[in-house]
C-alpha cells in the first residue's frame, strides 16, 4: 500500500467544524482514499472514500488536493461521540484481496 | 449496508485452552477476511488474510499453528487462539470486502480476549 502520513492528534471543540489532514504523495492513480474511524473498544467504522473529486455524506466530507497527494476529512460540526481514532487508508481498486495497512492514525479529543 | 457480525464480544479463558471467534459477513458473500489484533493504544496489526476454501496467509511474526483461520464459506471466517496464553489477550478485529466497487472494508465489532 502506498505511504500516509497524518498527525498523531487534534483538538476541537464541541459544534465547530474539524479538518484532518492526510498526506499521501505516492499515490497511484488507481487508489481510493478511504477514510475509517474507530470509537473506544469498537472495530473501525466506514467514514468516505473517494477518488479525485470531493465528496459528502451524512457522516462527513472528504476534499481531494487536485493532485491527489493529501486529502482532508471534514467533520462539519464536531460532537463529543466523534472523539474516535481517524485513520486515513489508500485501497487500489479491483485489488479484493489486498489488505488494509493502518498506520496510527490521528486522535481527535472532542472538548466540551 | 454490509455489515459484519463477529462473535463472541468478550471472552475470558484459562491459560492453556482454545478460544474461537466466529467473523461472518451477514448480506453479502467475501471470498478474502482479514484478522487484526489491536493491543491498547496502539493501531491495528494485520495477523492473516483468510482466503475461501484455501489456506490463510500469516503475516511475519504471526504463528499460524497458535492462530489458526478457517475459511469454510463464503460469509463465514473463524480464528482459534490455541492454547491461550496472558500474552494473547488481546482486541481480535475481522473484517471483509464486498469484492466490487471501490473496495470498501467492512469491520466486525471485536472480540476482546482475556487470558488468566
Known amino acids: 500500500d502506498a505511504k500516509t502520513t497524518q498527525p498523531n492528534s487534534m483538538e476541537s471543540n464541541e459544534e465547530e467544524p474539524v479538518h484532518l489532514p492526510c498526506n499521501h504523495s505516492?499515490?497511484?492513480?488507481?487508489?481510493?482514499i478511504h477514510w475509517y474511524r474507530q470509537l473506544p473498544s469498537q472495530g473501525p467504522e466506514y467514514v468516505i472514500h473517494g477518488l479525485t473529486s470531493n465528496v459528502n455524506n451524512r457522516m462527513a466530507s472528504l476534499a481531494i488536493a487536485e493532485d491527489r497527494k493529501s486529502s482532508t476529512l471534514i467533520l462539519h460540526r464536531a460532537t463529543l461521540r466523534d472523539a474516535a481514532v481517524y485513520y486515513c487508508i489508500l485501497r487500489d481498486v479491483g485489488n479484493y484481496g489486498q489488505n488494509f495497512v493502518f498506520g496510527p492514525g490521528t486522535r481527535l479529543s472532542v472538548l466540551p | 449496508g454490509a455489515v459484519v457480525s463477529q462473535h463472541p464480544s468478550r471472552v475470558i479463558c484459562k491459560s492453556g485452552t482454545s478460544v474461537k471467534i466466529e467473523c461472518r459477513s451477514l448480506?453479502?458473500?467475501?471470498?478474502?477476511m482479514f484478522w487484526y489484533r489491536q493491543f491498547p493504544k496502539q493501531s491495528l496489526m494485520l495477523m492473516a488474510t483468510s482466503n475461501e476454501g484455501s489456506k490463510a496467509t500469516y503475516e511475519q511474526g504471526v504463528e499460524k499453528d497458535k492462530f489458526l483461520i478457517n475459511h469454510a464459506s463464503l460469509t463465514l471466517s473463524t480464528l482459534t487462539v490455541t492454547s491461550a496464553h496472558p500474552e494473547d489477550s488481546s482486541f481480535y478485529i475481522c473484517?471483509?470486502?464486498?469484492?466490487?466497487?471501490?473496495?470498501?472494508?467492512?469491520f466486525g465489532a471485536g472480540s476482546r480476549l482475556t487470558v488468566l
Open positions: 448480506d453479502f458473500q467475501a471470498t478474502t
Open positions: 505516492t499515490i497511484s492513480g488507481t487508489d481510493y
Open positions: 473484517s471483509a470486502s464486498r469484492d466490487s466497487g471501490a473496495n470498501v472494508l467492512t
